[in-house]
């Protein structure tokens, strides 16, 4: 499509970008200083990084493969890199996603919540119903809510250990689970990977248009909640909750404040990624276009990343400062699979508003999968495009083809996560996967600056996004090192549980993270391989820009106008259109009926 009407435009990419606040249901703002960390970082982090990876992917028409693959072939393998680790990122987040959506139905199958009470729990010893102040003053480490158990014993059943797999959980707290002959949980999986499937296999433009109708209606669905919140329950304490949440406090330190707030920033916004130059490429090569749209990505960012907290506030804050329930306002998951369902709970909320909680969290989590399917999809049909178009394949057929593929490889990495031992390989794949990211940083940024610096943009933008983009690579590449050196060490433990891991799994982790880098070993071979040995042609590959003065004003490129056809009666031809001198032979005369009439009618 690099020569075609772009497949977004920039209003749909607009709706398409609210899928950065997926992060914003999990990880809630700490206090005052996180959230000014976060947007500080949003201006002098992310913009230069969104700006050349979009600019790019617009301009050249190429994903993040085909970027270094044009401009500098021999770090193409760190493109693969990226997407490597881009698929296990989606696989990792799927099986949540799965959880958000089966919770949804969930809360709608039976009145009142079959979560909420502890008739419905089989092992309900340290099971309280409604938790008066007193009772949780006593038993604070003995008893916890029907939400948090029915979720870890009854939803997720877990195990003893990650090593204690035990098969997958056979649920029977509803009617259909207990018909049910086979576990549901790798079934929900299965459901999510197909929806995926259905909304990228048929291409980009149509991907576009059903993700601009998925953004608004999940906004529209965590609206609804919002209001109903802040209409029906008591405003105290949810402004106690806001201001705990965005008013400075003591509770975090500067540093730890800053470190929340860019760990949240690099998990919801597509930078140092391979999403931000595909996104790029799907909105066209238009200068205006390609010019903004990191302007686009970031106002909605500011705008739609802080609805999810604002509209859990009235529900978590009357859990917290009215009902003083403990365990509440920890992040992660479990802020949308049991703090939320328990805050509808004992709030008496209409189950109609949980569902449409739930639901938003599952469709803005499931634009997260299908962005990233798409951007790994879409650069490998960049790399068959010339394969495509010598078998006169049809492209649709390839592109559903390799969204099969992608669609199976992800449901086979995440099918762990769906067994008894589910949440423990959950928290090691997610300490794995940012262990060893400031490698990748570093490597993407020098490959981006070099090809951005070859392109015939204004030589003062050149530098100053280069300098920008240094600068912006060095600061987030830097505070990962500093994770990572303050963690390499430590005993690696469940979030939110007293499970620490053995050794012998701390050395998977180091192999799940070291993993996406043989990208960069078989890039580095196929471009040694593709180049003959050329060490320049490695290095430097095309030798020629693509100018913008072939194009209009829009940044489209119009092909040349057809050859004219030879003229008749008599044939001429030209010698530069129609050369004759590779032909195979010549003949020596030209037969009788082949020769023009003069003007007697007459052979010459």
């Not at 990191?294 to 859990?312: D, E, K, Y």
């Not at 592109?399 to 959950?426: D, E």
């Not at 590959?541 to 209009?552: A, K, L, N, S």
């Amino acid at each position: 499509m690099s020569d075609g009407i772009p497949q977004w435009n920039l209003f749909q990419f607009m709706f398409i970008s609210v899928f950065t606040c997926y992060v914003s249901f999990m990880r809630l703002p700490t206090g005052g200083l996180e959230v000014i960390s976060q947007f500080l970082l949003l201006i002098f982090v992310c913009v230069p990084a969104l700006f050349i990876q979009l600019k790019l992917g617009g301009y050249l028409q190429k994903g993040i493969v085909g970027v270094f693959g044009l401009y500098f072939p021999i770090w193409k393998g760190v493109g693969l890199a990226a997407l490597i680790e881009l698929l296990i990122r989606i696989s990792h987040f799927a099986p949540i996603v799965a959880q958000f959506g089966t919770y949804a139905f969930i809360s709608i199958s039976e009145s009142p919540y079959v979560w909420g009470s502890c008739a419905n729990l089989r092992n309900n010893r340290h099971c309280v119903d409604d938790k008066t102040a007193n009772q949780y003053n006593q038993m604070t480490f003995e008893s916890s809510r029907p939400e948090e158990l029915f979720y870890k014993h009854e939803f997720l059943q877990m195990s003893s250990g990650i090593e204690d797999m035990n098969g997958f959980p056979q649920w029977e707290f509803t009617e259909i689970a207990r018909k049910a002959e086979v576990s549901l949980m790798p079934v929900t999986l299965a459901i999510v990977w197909v929806l995926v499937f259905l909304l990228v296999g048929f291409g980009g433009r149509v991907c576009g248009w059903i993700l601009f109708l998925l953004g608004p209606a999940a906004l529209s669905c965590l609206l609804a909640v919002l209001g109903y919140g802040y209409a029906h329950l008591k405003i105290e304490p949810a402004v106690s909750f806001l201001k705990q949440r965005y008013l400075f406090n003591d509770d975090s330190g500067l540093l730890q404040s800053f470190m929340n707030g860019f760990q949240t920033l690099m998990c919801a916004m597509p930078i140092w990624t391979a999403i931000a130059t595909t996104m790029g490429k799907l909105c066209g090569r238009g200068r205006t276009t390609r010019n903004i749209s990191w302007l686009v990505v970031v106002a909605v960012f500011v705008v739609v990343s802080q609805i999810p907290p604002i509209a859990m506030a009235p529900y978590l804050g009357n859990m917290i400062f009215d009902k003083q329930a403990p365990g509440f306002g920890a992040g992660g998951p479990s802020i949308i699979l049991w703090q939320m369902p328990a805050a509808f709970t004992a709030l008496n909320i209409p189950q109609p508003y949980s569902f449409l909680f739930l639901l938003s969290a599952f469709l803005f989590g499931l634009m997260f999968l299908c962005i990233g399917c798409l951007t790994i999809v879409d650069n490998i049909m960049d790399s068959l495009e010339e394969w495509v178009s010598r078998k006169s394949c049809s492209k649709i057929a390839v592109h559903l083809l390799m969204s099969f593929v992608v669609m199976c490889i992800a449901k086979g990495l995440g099918i762990l996560q769906t067994t008894r031992a589910g949440l423990y390989y959950f928290g090691l794949i997610d300490q794995s996967i940012t262990r060893l990211q400031f490698i990748l940083i570093d490597l993407l940024a020098f490959g981006l600056v070099v090809v951005y610096l070859r392109q015939n943009f204004a030589l003062a933008e050149r530098i100053i996004m280069a300098l920008w983009v240094f600068f912006a690579a060095t600061t987030s590449s830097g505070v990962w090192f500093y994770v990572f050196h303050k963690t390499k060490d430590a005993p690696m433990k469940l979030m939110g549980e007293s499970y620490i891991y053995n050794d012998s799994w701390k050395i998977v982790s180091w192999v799940i993270a070291a993993f996406p880098y043989i990208g960069v070993i078989i890039g580095v071979i196929h471009a040694v391989v593709v180049a003959r040995g050329k060490i320049t042609s490695c290095f430097c590959g095309i030798t020629e820009r693509v100018r913008e003065q072939e194009h209009d004003a829009n940044g489209y490129h119009h092909p040349p106008p057809p050859l004219p056809e030879p003229t008749a009666p008599p044939y001429t031809y030209m010698e530069q259109t129609y050369p004759m001198d590779d032909m195979m032979y010549k003949m020596d005369y030209d037969p009788p009926e082949s020769e023009p009439l003069t003007s007697h009618g007459t052979r010459i």
